[in-house]
């Protein structure tokens, strides 16, 4: 398994069966006895480095002293885990390949990922509820807002691991900052700030 992932980690989240087989010293058919097919070796590199994200995102998660602290560690872990090797992150969080091995999504990857974000949903919603207290109106937001939080986190992280390096990028601790702030205040500080001199002002959609 470990041989696996340096392969993926060093040909990239489309190499095939073979070549995998070939980077991890071994054949395609001793590939295909022990998982069936790319499908199968996707969900078993997947179970071991989502197990992985999701200790490291639990530890960061209890060492933090309040809520805002416990997202911003949870989303450090999360994209320091994704940088460390974007190849591997890809190949067990993307549903198809697109290639010969699997065709369309592998069902069981996609349900290691969804238990993964669960459990993640989870960690955010227990000390929310503890914060937020009881009450109807507040178990709404505690069911409602961990998940959107993660498609947030999830999709921000996954746009800034594709950008290429360059003074527009963001480093690891800036962007997780950032998502962490849009995660507590939106984008409202930014709408509040006045436009430079000379912009076009946003129409107000209120009046006609």
């Not at 890809?90 to 290639?99: A, L, N, P």
Request: glycine share 10%; proline share 7%.
């Amino acid at each position: 398994m470990k041989s696996a992932r340096k392969a993926v980690h060093a040909l990239g989240s489309d190499a095939s069966m073979e070549d995998i087989a070939v980077a991890a010293g071994t054949s395609k058919s001793v590939f295909y006895r022990y998982f069936g097919d790319k499908a199968g070796l996707q969900q078993a590199v997947g179970e071991v480095v989502l197990g992985q994200m999701q200790r490291r995102i639990q530890e960061a998660a209890q060492s933090a002293q309040t809520p805002r602290e416990g997202l911003f560690a949870m989303v450090s872990a999360y994209l320091q885990m994704a940088e460390t090797s974007p190849n591997v992150y890809t190949f067990v969080t993307r549903h198809g390949h697109g290639d010969a091995d699997t065709a369309g999504p592998s069902v069981s990857t996609a349900g290691a990922l969804s238990h993964f974000f669960a459990a993640i949903s989870d960690m955010i919603a227990r000390p929310m509820r503890s914060h937020l207290g009881g009450g109807q109106d507040k178990e709404a937001v505690i069911g409602y807002w961990p998940n959107a939080a993660i498609g947030l986190v999830r999709n921000a992280g996954e746009q800034w691991l594709a950008s290429p390096p360059g003074p527009a990028k963001p480093d690891q601790e800036a962007m997780a900052r950032q998502i962490t702030d849009w995660l507590c205040f939106g984008i409202a500080p930014e709408l509040q700030t006045p436009p430079p001199a000379g912009a076009d002002p946003v129409p107000d959609r209120g009046t006609s």
